[in-house]
């Protein structure tokens, strides 16, 4: 499976910006899915995660309240509406397909992972 995610760029501080992941097969659909992000100088950390029925969502403390994960099987795409963005959200965004049927916290617990899409949030 291949991912590409997209929807990265520059904002200012309280605005918003919509990342999608987007997978080359229908394996994905059932399969929890999530979303990590990696700042410079920083571990990689999770940001939220969504079961493949879509209705089981956990976020990091860091984001909740602020970011939404969704996904449409159908089209075999993971989003990641972000709101409110702090320059503290500064990152590579990267997509991820987990092994089991739920989302998870746990980097481990994931077997594909897209390229990464950079958002940066200037204050």
């Known amino acids: 499976v291949q991912l590409q995610a997209s929807g990265g760029g520059l904002v200012q501080a309280g605005g918003s910006l919509r990342l999608s992941c987007s997978a080359s097969?229908?394996?994905?659909?059932?399969?929890?899915m999530g979303w990590f992000r990696q700042a410079p100088g920083k571990e990689r950390e999770f940001v939220a995660t969504?079961?493949?029925?879509?209705?089981?969502?956990y976020y990091a403390e860091s984001v909740k309240g602020r970011f939404t994960v969704s996904r449409d099987n159908a089209k075999n795409t993971l989003y990641l509406q972000m709101n409110s963005l702090k320059p503290e959200d500064t990152a590579v965004y990267y997509c991820a397909v987990a092994r089991s049927s739920a989302g998870t916290s746990n980097a481990k617990s994931y077997q594909y992972w897209g390229q990464g899409t950079q958002v940066t949030v200037s204050s």
């Open positions: 097969r229908r394996t994905s659909s059932n399969n929890g």
């Open positions: 969504i079961g493949w029925r879509g209705g089981d969502t």
